[in-house]
């Protein structure tokens, strides 16, 4: 019994550690990209809700998605990561998507 809790512990570790090598080498490309997914399971349920249009949730994902273009052309310019001018311009772009979803 002791064994097979052992064995149920030991491979159950990896999956409690969510954070993987290249979000460890990258946390605020991973930080702007979770966000960005957040956001559009938001916008997904704000449609399917009938809070937004379809026509106004298509929008909002689009912007969702030039944040995305952004980062990484953000990114492959600074060898791959983004400076701290960058990760705060793009997290207010995220924040006014997110004011919108809410209204």
């Known amino acids: ?17 969510a954070e993987t090598p290249w979000q460890a080498a990258h946390p605020a ?6 966000r ?3 956001l559009d399971r938001r916008i997904a349920h ?3 809700m009938g809070a937004i249009s379809p026509w106004r949730a298509a929008a909002l994902q689009r912007q969702v ?12 310019r600074q060898g791959g990561d983004l ?3 960058q ?15 809410a209204q």
Do not use: C, H, K, Y
């Open 29 to 34: 490309r991973a930080q702007v990209l979770e």
């Open 1 to 17: 019994m002791f064994a097979l809790a052992a064995a149920s512990a030991l491979l159950t570790a990896p999956l409690a550690m």
């Open 46 to 48: 704000a449609r399917w």
């Open 87 to 101: 990760w705060w311009a793009l997290n207010r772009q995220e924040d006014a998507i997110s004011r919108e979803i």
């Open 65 to 76: 998605a030039q944040v995305r273009w952004r980062q990484d052309l953000m990114a492959r």
């Open 36 to 38: 960005a997914a957040q």
């Open 83 to 85: 400076v701290r001018g």
